[in-house]
Each structure stands twice: as C-alpha cells, then as structure tokens.
C-alpha cells in the first residue's frame, strides 16, 4: 500500500476523523504522543490487532467471536498509526483501560469514526485501487485487475493465475481464500504503484455479494469456473447459484473479458451479458473452445499431462503441477485469465508448467509419520467442501494411493440447504467406488454418508460427534502405509484431524515430506 495520511483516509470513508487529543486514548492530565497526529501516514491496514504496528491503520470488526474494539489497547501499546471505529464508546473505554494500566505512558491513538467499519473498509479499498489505476494511467501503464468464481476450484485456479501473471510482472494476489467483504478490500490495499496485475477471488453466501465485491475493483477479466452446490442454503438452487455468480461478469468493465468454461452449461450461458471479448475453455476438448485441454491422461501421481491449445501459441504437452483430473478446467481458466491481461498465450502456457497449489488443504499430498512409526501417505483437501468438490476428491484417491490401504475421513459439509442428506448419502457411495477400507465420519450431518458408505460395501466404518472426538480417535485408526483422504468443510473441523496427522514428521526427518 502506498502511504496515505489520515486526513485523506478519513476523506475517502466518509468518517470523522479524532486526533490522539480527543479520541479518550490517555489518562486524565497526559499529553498524547507526538508521533500520534492528524497527519500520521498509514502504509497498510489490518484487522487482527496482532498485526498492528507503526504505519497501521487498524479496522475494528464486531465479529461472532470477538469485537476488534475491545482490541485498541493492543493497537495502541503496538504503536500503530490510527483506528478506524464504529463504536465509539467502546473504543474510547478500551483505549482509556489500556492507557491507565500504562500510567498514561502510552499516549494516544488518533481514531476514525463510521457508521459501519466493513462498508468503510470496501470505501477505501475502492478509493486506493482507483487512485492506482489513474496513476498508472498517467505514466503510460496499466493495473490489470482479474478475479474468478465458481462452486468449486476457486482458490486454486487464484495459485495458479497469480503465478502465471507474476512471472512477467509484480502482482498481488490474497493468502488463502480471502474472498469476501472483509479479505478482499484487504488485499486490494496491498497494492502500490509497482503492481502491474491484482488477482481476486470471489465467493458468494447469498445474492449480490459479487456485486458489491466488483463495486470495489471492477474487472478487466472474470472467469466463471463451474455452477455446482456451494451454499445451496443461501442460493435454494442450483439455478440461484448461477445467478449469483453471473455477477461477476456483470461486474466487468466495458471493456472486459469474459473467460467462461464451456463445459459447464449454467457457466457459459453468460455470454449473453458480458459486455466484451468471451474466451471460452473446456477440460473436455470442446474442438469450439479457444482454451482447450487434449488427449488427457493422469500419470502415476494423479496428475494429469495433456496437450494444451491455446490461441497465438502452439499446441504444448505438459503436465501440471498439482494432483487431480479436476485441475485441469482451473489452469486452463488461469491461462484464460492471464491471456485476457495481456499476457502471452506462448509466455502463459510456458508458465503454467511450473505452476502448483500454493494455498493450504487443497489437495497437498504429503508423506507424514504414521502414529506407531513409519509413514502415512496424507492426501489434505480438507479446506472446504460440497459435493461436486467431494466427488473431485475422492475421484483422485485410487491414483494417489495406489497399493495402500485408502482411508477416507469427511466432516460434515455444511451450507447444502435440502440436499444436505441425499450429498451426504452420495458421498458414502463414493467412498465406496474409491476402494475405501475405512470411512470415518465427523458429525451428526455425515451420517447418511457413513450409512450409504456400509450399505455399499465399505468394510469400516466410524461415526464421530466432531472434530475433538476425531482427534481423539484418529491415531487408533490409521496405520503404516495408509492413504488418508481428509476433506470436510471449514466449519466442521476435518482440517484440524489434517493439521493433527501433518504435523508428525517421518521418522528420520524434520518434517514431513512431499510424494
């Protein structure tokens, strides 16, 4: 972020700006600290008051768990800049606790007040990127600005992207999936005047949550990767899950480019409203789409080697990075994207062949130490899930096992509305189909899976009320030589069973090791 005064951030929220002298920050006869003034300069913003520190502007968010208000103190003891704030008794009482508890030492901190610290935040993400773009105007360059959406491939198909613009100029990209209202104005202010692409992701919960996301960084290029059965709860059907994802794509610039999979019926009808270019890409070989991926095949590993065509480049044979048949539609979208900033298609494709997964639980494959000794293949997709991820997953599991014994452990995948128990039941023949020998279940909502995975022949089968009780229980059930898939949704808990199994190191070295 390049380095904005307060004064001007206040400006660009439509917030009261308070300096250290009356945002109630010190004790009652102290002066504040000098450094502490209107024209203090902020060079980043964070949310986590951990992160704080000199030239921060920290955003205080009332969440579920806690409300960053209560927080300032930290804030203000890490010497950080300012404190954008919505609550302003609140702020001022925790500020004063954490001055007395200092004898006044402190000082103060300069605070400024909105009526909603999130809404503000996306302000600001929206004023800094536009002022970026019209600096780069000005000295003859351009800020490219793509994102993706989808129900599945999200975050990888952002890894993939990012590395395939970073590897002809500066970029920025999110940690993980910092997707929504909150992580993406964030990493929107991670950019400064030498970043020449931005990489979004977009997820959405419920209608017009796109829309607000592109309201902050409209698009030059959106790809939609595949309509599935992501927060089916939010949406009611897979027809609302189209229609909120379209929004991306009514979120480009006039300009813009559409990248749309052409083998995903839902996602290129949105060609009908993209107000520019439409690439089209297809996994499947469509001889139609511009993007397309031939004679695929998956090696010993999972991975799939195929032949790429893209336009204005010959046709290569390459073999991706990361593991699984499902990731060829998301580096194909990421070439998409990457052709549609400009880059070229020779230079793009060039690039994907060193490209991997960079975020984690999605599909790390990883040889960790065994609980008696030895080792355990660890295949970790437990970032998230729905049923069409579920049924990548444990598409790839026979692959990537190989001889082993394949044990599978989900979590309860969460947000499916009414077909959370006919997906659940779906999984457990799943299972099943992927030579399972063991499915362990984490959840009171698994239970159709662990019922449908015996009923179709799985040999073991473990049902557990949550994630304490998997950790509980996982080193009893998993043995030397295991292949063992974990995959489950956020909130319920299979990436703490994952954490737990990677972090015993194979016997002999530091760490775990990579297959």
Partial sequence: MIERTLTEIAAAVGGELLDATASGARTAGTEPAAASTVGSAVSSVVTDS???GPGTLFVAIAGERTDGHAHLGGVLAAGGA?????DLPAARAALEEAAAGADGALGGLPLIVVDDTVEALGRLARAHLADLRERAVARGSELTVVAM???????TTKDLTRQLLAAQAPTVAPVASFNNEIGLPLTVLETDESTRYLVLEMGASGFGHIAYLTDIAPLDAAAVLMIGHAHMGGFG????????????????VPTGTAVLNRDDERAWAMRSIAPGTVLSFSASGDPAAEIRAE?????AEAHAVLDLVAPGAPTTRLRLGLPGLHN???ALAAVGLA?????????????????VIESPHRLDVRAVGAPAGGELLLIDDSYNANIDSMTASLASLPALAGDRRRVVVISEMLELGESSDADHAR???????????????IGEGAAPAARSARAAGVAEVVELPDADAALERIDTLVRQGDAVLVKGSNGSGAWRVANHLAERPVEGTPGGTER
Wanted: aromatic share 0%.
């Fill in 295 to 299: 004679n695929v095949e998956a090696d």
């Fill in 82 to 86: 300012a404190a954008l704030v919505s």
């Fill in 149 to 155: 959406t989808g129900s599945v491939g999200k975050t």
């Fill in 328 to 330: 060829v539609g998301n």
């Fill in 50 to 52: 951990r992160k704080a």
């Fill in 339 to 355: 052709i549609a900033a400009g880059v070229p298609a020779a230079a793009a494709v060039a690039a994907l062949g060193d490209a």
């Fill in 237 to 252: 059907s897979v027809d609302g899950v189209a229609k909120a994802k379209s929004e991306i794509v009514q979120g480009l």
């Fill in 427 to 441: 999984t457990g023949e799943l299972v099943a189909g992927a030579g399972a020998s063991l499915l362990v279940t």
